[in-house]
């Protein structure tokens, strides 16, 4: 199984960026997705979750600015992060619990993270 981050960059303080990740593999279902982030010198911090049927968690420093959704169909998770501030400033990973025909009770796998970098 391999997860797939795309979509960081550098952006100016309130400006948006759209975070995607692909779930590929031998998968036969996947429950809840996650966006984590960390900071350099900090700690990986949960920004955002959405179960499979669609509910929603966020971090509170992210709430009413960030987005989580995700397309069921393509193994997909989105993170829509608008008025961005320079404390966003991060590498973001996604996560997500997944079902393989090996692992019935699933396992918790990680991308490789997407810099996003906001300049004040």
């Known amino acids: 199984v391999q997860l797939q981050a795309y979509g960081g960059g550098l952006v100016q303080a309130g400006g948006s960026l759209r975070l995607s990740c692909v779930a590929s593999?031998?998968?036969?279902?996947?429950?809840?997705m996650y966006w984590y982030r960390q900071a350099p010198g900090k700690q990986r911090d949960l920004v955002a979750a959405?179960?499979?049927?669609?509910?929603?968690n966020y971090a509170d420093s992210v709430k009413g600015r960030f987005t989580i959704s995700r397309d069921n169909a393509k193994n997909t998770v989105y993170l829509q992060m608008n008025s961005l501030k320079p404390d966003d400033t991060a590498v973001y990973y996604c996560?997500?619990?997944?079902?393989?025909?090996?692992?019935?009770?699933?396992?918790?796998?990680w991308g490789q993270g997407t810099q996003v970098t906001v300049s004040s």
């Open positions: 996560s997500a619990n997944i079902i393989l025909p090996t692992t019935p009770y699933g396992g918790r796998y």
């Open positions: 593999g031998s998968i036969v279902s996947i429950n809840t």
């Open positions: 959405i179960t499979k049927d669609g509910s929603t």
